[in-house]
């Protein structure tokens, strides 16, 4: 067999301390196999004509992190997506998401191969990929959905592993921040030897890793919940925060702060008014928030055990059989502030025992405001009369919204435990009765399981029985009905009145099971074709090949999860329904690459990549994407590239199986509500009233809570969703200028320009786009979409429909410039410059023609993850015999809060400066085999940013910071041992 010099020798990396950005590198030998992520094509020389990013080994060891999510965190190219600082939003994964188009346009490869998502929505886990193993991570930029399939449109990133490792290397790190908290350990270990005189080749390797909380109360800056929008709690101590006497609970601020009205004690939103408990038992105006702040994580704790096992044994000239098997069982717990009842209606009797006392002001509040507002009914008012009298005394019951936190329950949490396997099972080598034509036929096989378990939570649907009583001892409604084994409820009043009998019967857990299988079945042919240039030296090089590929995914949730319009989780933010979806695809694929002029004067190779996919997906039907690009070698110093893509995602198996079911999103504010009264004319009481809000509740109805909203969420079963696609236009140069000569060397500079724009993607409306739709458009079958009860939107049962659609488009334009130089210093040893920016050009959405055009750049928000306009890393390494010293400057732009959510920002938060962060590492070689590391992250103790808690969604926006975007512990310190004999 030939060489199998599977070198990454993608003609466009730049060496920047092991990492390599977009630019050349130096070719192989003629008779190498050269493998380059972008293409199939293995040829000699290749080059790859799209930027292809490179992350060497050299840089994820001086980075010392147990997770690729860090090292993809800090590149511009990307935006955070779900990890280690992510809590209210998580799914206890890592992801990626390059160019902010999204974490599921992000294909993740292993060796050129797709890795199994780990739910429903086609998302990836790349936390469960074995760091040791890895020999280095390419990402492509653009849709290479020619190349790789479906799902390829912001690019692919693909982790090479190592399948060649002959000895024992163990790797041993331990971190934590300078206030000695957020621990983590990990540690890992490979071994690898060779079979048969080299023939053959087997790779064992395992890892641990554990990594501790890290609480918002942990830090001064995340005690208190700052309100975005008065900066209500900025600068508080516990003192100020702390509400009047009469009022005191725990977690309890006073009414003016920031956190939520799901308050303690509890609160009564009646439709005079919110009437709180105070403590010796009477009732009161609005006393309190609570702070749900300190109970969130900064951190999620996790813990990880992982291994591999890969292996290749050559049978003869014309055949290598090959495996890869891959395990990891990850534990991740997401926690928050604890349940309660938010704002859902309760009937409750007067009689009831608990508050009978304070039937009689209830019943003067209620009545006094009917009176002054003749148009609200008892109905309206939420009054039930028991007796029919036709007026509310203290005989009669009101259904009304309740707020009240338990904390007797605890703190809510969702465990998530996941176990996912995956093996490839391949055959390859050179092509019998051919010339030097090889193939590559496997099979493929992932399964993920996953199962959630939420704790903490209040069972709503034994909550209504329990408050519908009036005996103390036995639930017993007014009309005698009574339920067996219930406990009354006693929420009237402050913490303590839920006895632990009391918490039993209102408490709930939850459990959802989830599971997902893919199977892929692929056989590739490449090698050289009769055509050859007249002006070329090489001849062209064609691939072949077929791949089917089946998905199915499903989720069971327990009937706890199922309870309409909002699960027996009170808090929870909605219910889940069974859901058990699939689609399979055949694919047919070519790519070409065409030598036209070599060895020329200017044209040292002018070469064409062509490459065309069809796809014929069950459901939705046949696709086609489509490359072509030119790169022309001007000289070994300069080299242009051009290139044109057409990439197609399908529908994942959520977005085409998934039920309706309720949820959360977020939103900024009722136009309808009380907090837009001044601003409520004719016609936005007409588009009110048209949206369920009756006539004279118009400005009285509460606005929603903690900037989110109630939704209803799936697929229309009269609309699911079509394929969406993408066109990718790419151009770059890559300079290697030998004009500085002396002491500098390997001198490469890069400049590309990226426009990626995607057509018909498949999402839903944000909620503040359906609200403005309805409200600000005018647009009545908009306002059809939004659901209310009594008038009310916060309340269980209400929302706004945002079913999986096709929106019209998203795009994301900008330019990427790489740098970097050695400078040799004698017997100082070496210095090793580089540098990487992003500048984004344009990054922006529409959902439909009668929406305004989102545009992201520089901005954040509840429509814009944070989107800094320009980032950028520079690394500077000394090297000198056994010791080496680098330090990453990382910086991100300043930016600017969404124009059209200004006004409702605190002042002070509606911009955030540039930010620059310094890491500095250190590594001593004690032999061969022993290297020990040391690094510090954010040296200087750079504070994050301070724009609230309602500042953006809570995917991003927690702990009044954005935590994936900006580093909130302080100091970071990691030590580290390698040992490789």
């Known amino acids: 067999m030939r060489s199998r010099t599977m070198k990454a020798c993608l003609m466009a990396s730049t060496l920047i301390g092991g990492l390599a950005f977009a630019a050349p590198a130096m070719a192989q030998d003629e008779n190498d196999i050269i493998i380059v992520t972008g293409t199939r094509i293995q040829a000699p020389n290749v080059v790859s004509v799209s930027p292809v990013t490179s992350i060497g080994q050299e840089e994820l060891d001086v980075q010392q992190t147990p997770d690729i999510e860090r090292v993809f965190r800090d590149l511009p190219l990307t935006v955070p ?45 790349v936390a469960t990929i074995p760091m040791i193993l890895l020999d280095r991570v390419d990402v492509v930029t653009g849709g290479a959905s020619a190349v790789y399939g479906s799902d390829a449109m912001a690019g692919a990133v693909n982790f090479i592993m190592q399948d060649d490792f002959a000895g024992f290397e163990a790797d041993l790190n331990y971190s934590q921040t300078e206030s000695n908290d957020g621990q983590q350990y990990d540690i890992s270990v490979m071994m690898g030897a060779e079979m048969d005189g080299g023939r053959g080749n087997v790779v064992l390797a395992m890892n641990h890793t554990d990594r501790e909380a890290v609480r918002f109360g ?12 008065t900066g209500a709690g900025l600068g508080v101590d516990a003192a100020g925060a702390a509400p009047a006497a009469d009022c005191t609970a725990p977690g309890a601020v006073a009414a003016d702060q920031s956190g939520s009205t799901t308050s303690m004690p509890t609160a009564f939103d009646f439709v005079s008014g919110t009437l709180q408990y105070r403590n010796d038992g009477s009732l009161g105006p609005r006393c309190s928030r609570f702070n749900f702040n300190p109970f969130n994580y900064y951190q999620t704790p996790r813990e990880r055990f992982s291994s591999a096992a890969l292996a290749r044994y050559e049978i003869n000239d014309n055949a290598e059989v090959y495996g890869r098997a891959l395990y990891s069982a990850t534990n991740v717990r997401q926690q928050v502030a604890p349940s309660g009842i938010f704002g859902t209606r309760m009937e409750i009797p007067l009689q009831n025992p608990f508050w009978s006392a304070n039937a009689a002001q209830i019943v003067s509040e209620v009545n006094a405001f009917i009176a002054a507002n003749p148009a609200v009914t008892l109905d309206l008012a939420g009054v039930i009369d028991n007796n029919n009298n036709g007026v509310f005394d203290v005989n009669d019951s009101i259904n009304v919204p309740v707020r009240r936190r338990t904390l007797e329950l605890g703190e809510r949490s969702t465990q998530y435990d996941q176990n996912q396997f995956q093996f490839t099972l391949g055959l390859r080598g050179d092509l019998p009765f051919t010339e030097n034509w090889t193939y590559d036929v496997y099979y493929q096989r992932g399964e993920t399981d996953r199962t959630n378990t939420s704790a903490g939570y209040t069972n709503i649907t034994n909550i209504r029985t329990a408050l519908n009583t009036v005996s103390a001892t036995q639930c017993e409604t007014v009309g005698g009905t009574i339920t067996n084994g219930c406990v009354p409820l006693n929420v009237f009043g402050g913490f303590g009145t839920i006895t632990p009998e009391m918490a039993a019967y209102s408490s709930a857990t939850a459990i959802e099971q989830r599971n997902y299988v893919q199977n892929v079945f692929s056989a590739v042919t490449t090698g050289p074709t009769a055509f050859q240039s007249p002006l070329a030296a ?32 009170g808090g929870a933010g909605g219910n889940r329904l069974p859901i058990a979806s699939s689609f399979s695809v055949q694919e047919a694929f070519f790519e070409a690459n065409v030598p036209l002029i070599q ?60 039920p309706v079911t309720t949820g959360l999103s977020n939103a900024t504010l009722d136009p309808c509500s009380s907090a837009n009264v001044a601003n409520i004319d ?58 500085l000569g002396g002491s500098f060397n390997n001198t490469t500079l890069s400049l590309d320009y990226y426009d990626i724009n995607i057509t018909d993607t498949i999402g839903t409306f944000s909620a503040n786009e359906a609200l403005n739709n309805c409200y600000v458009l005018g647009d009545l079958a908009a306002c059809s979409g939004i659901n209310r009860i009594a008038g009310n939107l916060g309340t269980t049962g209400a929302g706004v429909n945002l079913f999986t659609t096709n929106l019209k ?61 320009v980032r950028w890393i520079q690394r500077t390494t000394w090297n000198n015999g056994p010791y080496s010293v680098s330090v990453l400057w990382r910086h991100i732009g300043e930016m600017e809060i969404e124009p059209v959510e200004a006004a409702a920002i605190f002042a002070d938060f509606r911009s ?30 750079e504070l994050p940013p301070i724009i609230g808690n309602d500042t953006g969604t809570t995917t991003f926006n927690s702990g009044n910071t954005f935590p994936s975007m900006y580093d909130v512990f302080g100091r970071v310190f990691t030590v580290g041992v390698n040992m490789r004999f």
């Open 809 to 869: 488009y998203a795009r994301a334009e900008g330019v990427e410039f790489a740098a970097s130089t050695g400078y040799g210093l004698g017997d100082m040893g070496d210095l090793q410059f580089s540098f990487n920016m992003n500048w984004y050009l344009t990054q922006e959405n529409q959902s439909a023609d009668t929406s305004p055009v989102i545009e992201c750049i520089g901005y954040y928000g509840t429509s814009c993850n944070p989107t800094p306009e």
């Open 912 to 941: 955030i400066d540039a930010y620059d962060y310094f890491d500095l590492s250190g590594s001593y070689e004690l032999n061969d085999g022993v290297t020990f590391r040391a690094s510090i992250d954010n040296v200087f103790a």
């Open 682 to 739: 004719a016609a936005l009481t007409a588009l009110c009233v048209a949206s369920g809000v009756p006539a004279p509740l118009v400005g009285l109805v509460p606005d929603i809570v903690s900037g989110q909203v109630n939704t209803f969420t799936g697929t229309d079963p009269l609309n699911p969703p079509e394929p969406e696609t993408g066109r990718t236009t790419t151009f770059g140069v890559v300079w290697q200028p030998d004009f």
């Open 218 to 229: 942990d830090r001064d800056y995340g005690i208190f919940g700052v309100d975005s929008e």
């Open 81 to 125: 997506g779900d990890g280690q600082n992510v809590n209210n939003g998580t799914a206890g994964a890592s992801t990626v998401n390059l160019r902010n188009l999204g974490t599921n346009r992000t294909l993740i490869l292993i060796d050129g191969k797709r890795m199994v998502p780990y739910d429903i929505n086609g998302r990836v886990d």
């Open 599 to 658: 060895d020329r004067g200017i044209f040292q190779d002018l070469s064409l990549e062509l490459g065309w996919r069809y796809a014929h997906y069950d459901p939705t039907g046949g696709n086609d994407t489509w490359k072509a690009g030119v790169s022309w070698q001007v000289s070994d110093t300069l080299r242009f590239r051009y290139m044109e893509q057409q990439a197609v995602r399908a529908p994942n198996v959520a977005e085409l199986g998934s």
């Open 538 to 569: 090489q001849p062209a090089y064609l691939v072949l090949g077929a791949e089917y590929r089946d998905e199915l995914g499903s989720t069971t949730p327990d009937e706890c999860w199922k309870t309409p319009p909002a699960s027996c989780l």
